[in-house]
C-alpha cells in the first residue's frame, strides 16, 4: 500500500511539474509574440516615417548646389524678356525645393556678363 501511495504521488509531482513546464513555455511563447509584435509596430513607424519624409522631401530632388545650376535658365546678352528669366528661375527654385532665403545666393551666376558688370559696379557703388 505505501509502495503504491509513493507511486500515485511521484506521478502527481510529475504531472504537477509537466503542467508548470507548460505553462512557462506558453509564457516564453507569448512574451516571443509579444516582442515580434513590438518589433513589427517598431518596423511600422519607421517605414511611416520615411513615407513622411520623403512625401516632405518630395520637390527637393536635387539637393547639391551644382545640381540646381543645371537646372535653372541662363540670361543671355540679347535677352530682352528678363520678367520671363527671373519668373522661370522662381519655378525651378521651388521645384528644386530651394529655400526661398537661399535664392539669391544663385542669381549671379545666371545673369549675363553685361548684367553681371553692371551688378558688380552698382555694388561698388553702394559701399
Avoid at 524678356?81 to 522661370?88: I, K, P, Q, W, Y
Amino acid at each position: 500500500m505505501l509502495l503504491w501511495y509513493h507511486i500515485v504521488l511521484i506521478t502527481a509531482l510529475r504531472l504537477k511539474l509537466a503542467m508548470k513546464d507548460r505553462s512557462l513555455q506558453e509564457a516564453e511563447r507569448e512574451a516571443r509574440r509579444e516582442e515580434l509584435r513590438l518589433k513589427e509596430r517598431e518596423w511600422d513607424i519607421e517605414r511611416e516615417r520615411m513615407q513622411i519624409g520623403s512625401q516632405s522631401t518630395r520637390g527637393a530632388n536635387v539637393q547639391l548646389p551644382s545640381d540646381i545650376y543645371k537646372v535653372l535658365p541662363r540670361m543671355s546678352n540679347n535677352d530682352t524678356d528678363v520678367l520671363t528669366f527671373f519668373r522661370t528661375c522662381e519655378h525651378c527654385f521651388k521645384a528644386t525645393g530651394v529655400d526661398r532665403s537661399q535664392w539669391h545666393e544663385f542669381m549671379p551666376a545666371l545673369l549675363c556678363m553685361k548684367r553681371w558688370n553692371i551688378q558688380q559696379l552698382t555694388a561698388i557703388l553702394l559701399q
